[in-house]
Every structure is written in structure tokens, then in C-alpha cells.
T-cell receptor, first 116, second 113 residues
Framework: EAQVTQNPRYLITVTGKKLTVTCSQN?????MSWYRQDPGLGLRQIYY???????DKGDVPEGYKVSRKEKRNFPLILESPSPNQTSLYFC???????????????FGPGTRLTVT | AQSVAQPEDQVNVAEGNPLTVKCTYS??????LFWYVQYPNRGLQFLLK??????LVKGSYGFEAEFNKSQTSFHLKKPSALVSDSALYFC???????????FGSGTRLQVQP
């Protein structure tokens, strides 16, 4: 089954304790992206990757890091989490080239993070 | 820059009545437009898209959307609402040649029995 998986689904942590949220896709997509969802703000892009070893900042990158060492994986790293990073996080992936039915992004189930 | 506006935080409609969820956008060049739906405790599910061609796009679960270039709108519609349609709906846009999606703030659809 084609899917994007994220782990963990729920996480409660304390300020300053490094954490990683994993994301994996099995569709051989080149493009992967992280979003955060906050009430009234929709989804805002944190970081994205066009392919292996190619990453770039989105609209709200401060406090986050990413890496893309393999095509299928795109982990999100919070080196020193703070309470303002409490949010719902989504990973998404898609093909890079716009051909045929290759336009839409596929989303993971989300990770609800609480930083106290 | 690209942006999306969903002017209604919530839309209430009675089951069996038609529904419309509004979306307007701003983008340089030709837009790719998308609607996604989010059910409680779930990720976003793709509903439909406008890429090119016919302005009326049909998607999943009986939803459709109409692209209006002059009004820069892409409203989501359904002829007869179901209680199970109650969810959070997001409109998104990206410019041709770009990958970054810009989302609206979301509209909560409540369908009353």
C-alpha cells in the first residue's frame, strides 16, 4: 500500500530535550516536505527536500533541522524544543515532475507534539 | 509569492442541501489548485485538483470545484451534503514549476442531520 508513515504519532517532551520525528514514504517520491498545523493558521511549510542531500527552508524553519540521506526518509529534528513548537506536524511527499497524475502531495497521519 | 484565503472559518449546512466552501488565491503565473480534507485525528486526504483544462473539476466523494480565473477563486461544492462530510477542508495553491504548497487556514464544515 502506498503511504507516508510518521513516528511517533504522539509525543510529550520537555523544553530542551532533543527529539526526532521520522517520516518514510514507499512511493519513490523525490519531493518531501514537513508542515506544522496550528489552529487558524492552516499548514505552514517548515523544510522541504527536492531529492537526496537536497534540502531547503520553508516558511517557518527556525528551531528545526532536517536531513535527506535516503530517498524514502526525511526526519525532522528539534535540537532544543521550546513550548512554541507545540503543534501538529505532517510529513508529505510527491513526485517532482508534473506529468500525468503526478501533481498532488500525499500526507502522513500526523505527529502531535507537546513541549512543556 | 503565493497565498490562499478561505474567508469562512465554519460553514453549516443541513443534510441533503447543497454546500459551498469558498477559496480565493493569489499566485504568479498559472496556478495548480487543490482541495484536501482532514477528518478528526487523521492526516490530509486529497480530494481534487485543477491543473488545466475544464474549469469544473470532479473529485472524490461527490465533491467538485469550479476554477474561475477572473475571480481567482476555486470554490468547493457538493450538490447534496452528508453528515459524514463534516470535516476540516483546506484549499491549497502552488505555481507551475514550484513544489511548495501554500494552504489556506481551513474551513470547518458541519452538516446537521
Amino acid at each position: 500500500e502506498a503511504q507516508v508513515t510518521q513516528n511517533p504519532r504522539y509525543l510529550i517532551t520537555v523544553t530542551g530535550k532533543k527529539l526526532t520525528v521520522t517520516c518514510s514514504q514507499n512511493m519513490n517520491h523525490e519531493y518531501m516536505s514537513w508542515y506544522r498545523q496550528d489552529p487558524g493558521l492552516g499548514l505552514r511549510q517548515i523544510y522541504y527536500s527536492m531529492n537526496v542531500e537536497v534540502t531547503d527552508k520553508g516558511d517557518v524553519p527556525e528551531g528545526y533541522k532536517v536531513s535527506r540521506k535516503e530517498k524514502r526518509n526525511f526526519p525532522l529534528i528539534l535540537e532544543s524544543p521550546s513550548p512554541n513548537q507545540t503543534s501538529l506536524y505532517f510529513c508529505a511527499s510527491s513526485y517532482l515532475a508534473d506529468r500525468g497524475e503526478r501533481h498532488e502531495q500525499y500526507f502522513g497521519p500526523g505527529t502531535r507534539l507537546t513541549v512543556t | 509569492a503565493q497565498s490562499v484565503a478561505q474567508p469562512e472559518d465554519q460553514v453549516n449546512v443541513a443534510e441533503g442541501n447543497p454546500l459551498t466552501v469558498k477559496c480565493t488565491y493569489s499566485v504568479s503565473g498559472n496556478p495548480y489548485l487543490f482541495w484536501y480534507v482532514q477528518y478528526p485525528n487523521r492526516g490530509l486526504q486529497f480530494l481534487l485538483k485543477y491543473i488545466t483544462g475544464d474549469n469544473l473539476v470532479k473529485g472524490s466523494y461527490g465533491f467538485e470545484a469550479e476554477f474561475n480565473k477572473s475571480q481567482t477563486s476555486f470554490h468547493l461544492k457538493k450538490p447534496s451534503a452528508l453528515v459524514s462530510d463534516s470535516a476540516l477542508y483546506f484549499c491549497a495553491v502552488r505555481a507551475t514549476g514550484r513544489r511548495a504548497l501554500t494552504f489556506g487556514s481551513g474551513t470547518r464544515l458541519q452538516v446537521q442531520p
